[in-house]
């Protein structure tokens, strides 16, 4: 039985940073795409960024780029989020999401996301 399970969350000033983690279990993750998507009360689900399990490329949403940082430890099976200089329009609650095969658009969207975590909520207040 595939698991993601997201932490790190939590409630930070502006400007300040978190640093969120995806432990992946239950399967091989190669050939995988492994996600941060977010999404804020009312609002829809939003890409964040993404790293390619076999060879660690990465991408990124236009509204974090340059602040936020995806990577992984392929031994341990986590992913982290590094989130920097943290803004009110941050505030979400952020979501792990693991895709088998190739990018069918940019950004990736929700739809057809094979595996998903719970969840860890993060706040920013300004």
């Known amino acids: 039985q595939v698991q993601l399970v997201e932490s790190g969350g939590g409630a930070v000033q502006a400007g300040d940073s978190l640093r969120l983690s995806c432990a992946a279990s239950?399967?091989?993750?190669?050939?995988?795409?492994m996600n941060w998507f977010r999404q804020a009360p009312g609002k829809d689900r939003e890409f964040v960024a993404l790293?390619?399990?076999?060879?660690?490329?990465?991408g990124y949403g236009d509204s974090v780029k340059g602040r936020f940082t995806i990577s992984w430890d392929k031994t341990k099976n986590v992913v982290y989020l590094q989130m920097n200089n943290l803004k009110p329009e941050d505030t979400a609650r952020y979501y792990c999401a693991a895709d088998y095969g190739f990018l069918s658009s940019w950004p990736p969207g929700p739809n057809g996301i094979d595996y998903w975590g719970k969840g860890t909520e993060v706040t920013v207040s300004s």
């Open positions: 790293i390619f399990w076999n060879d660690g490329n990465t």
């Open positions: 239950g399967r091989s993750f190669s050939g995988y795409t």
